[in-house]
């Protein structure tokens, strides 16, 4: 099972050295992968907080996340980055296999990566998109993404065509890369299992997990499905089981994240430090 850790690309402390020094802590820990979260454009308003006493809007101050992951890779040796999750219908599919593309071959190939629809619609419309398409318009982006890592050159879908099209530089190995699909709903699932190659849910037990698949088992047989997730880490969290209880579910990538729990941004890397001693064991 590899460990992934959150780093917190919003919210109050943003500056390049934090990001940097976090980076560099995570890798020294012996953590597997770095991710960051994805938001755009939000609306100036109150809405999810990290703690009880903040008024700032949980993902109103943040970093574009392929553009930061692509800065912390060059401070970094050998640890993965990734988003969990990278919003895909706000997004051009042929720009972010691009992206994703170039950070792999640039990188040596320690790109990883979740793919989700969305849930913010005010979100979608400061972008033009619309949001009641976000279904449809994900799964042709899934399918158009292991398209052009495949080194395919043409696509004719409902939203994008494009024919006889150059796309390198592009490492081979990308194309065994994962597609993961984060959610939990039953359409979620069933785009994992038709157009990506495994799922990421958030905040749910490996148990829980191995429920959400159970109907689908037998459209999983004899075939490679990737399991991860992304679960909060808060004081009293007892890591340790946590981490136990997904490896005996079978759970690939387990994401910690430290943000949005009651550790404040000044106690993080104390806790990143000591989460490195739970990271050894796998």
């Known amino acids: 099972m590899k460990i992934g850790y959150t780093l917190e690309n919003f919210d109050a402390n943003l500056e390049s050295e934090f990001l940097i020094k976090s980076a560099k802590m995570a890798e020294e820990a012996g953590f597997e992968s ?8 939000q609306a100036n308003e109150e809405g999810l907080t990290i703690f009880g006493d903040t008024t700032t809007a949980l993902y109103n101050n943040i970093t574009e996340p392929l553009t930061t992951i692509a800065f912390l890779a060059g401070h970094t040796t050998k640890i993965r980055f990734g988003v969990s999750t990278l919003v895909l219908p706000i ?30 619609e005010k979100e979608f419309d400061f972008l033009g998109e619309n949001f009641q398409k976000r279904g449809s318009k994900f ?19 409902k939203y994008y065509q494009f024919h006889n099209v150059c796309f390198t530089p592009l490492r081979p190995e990308l194309s065994k890369l994962p597609l993961i699909v984060a959610g939990s709903s039953d359409y979620m699932v069933e785009t994992a299992i038709q157009y990506g190659d495994g799922l990421h849910p958030a905040g749910v037990s490996g148990k829980e997990i191995q429920e959400i698949i159970a109907p689908y088992k037998d459209k999983l047989e004899e075939r490679e499905f990737f399991l991860s997730v992304h679960v909060d880490i808060y004081k009293e969290t007892d890591v340790e089981s946590v981490l136990s209880e997904y490896e005996e579910n079978g759970i690939h990538r387990v994401i910690l994240d430290l943000s949005r729990g009651d550790i404040k941004t000044e106690e993080r890397m104390k806790y990143l430090e000591q989460l490195g001693d739970f990271v050894k064991k796998y």
């Open 34 to 41: 770095l991710w960051t979260v994805d938001h755009l454009m």
């Open 91 to 120: 997004r051009n599919p042929i720009i972010v296999a691009k992206q994703l593309a170039t950070l792999d071959y640039l990188t040596n190939g320690r790109v990883v990566m979740t793919f989700g629809a969305g849930w913010n």
């Open 139 to 157: 799964r042709e982006g899934l399918q158009i993404i292991r398209a052009l890592w495949n080194g395919e050159t043409s696509f004719e879908g």
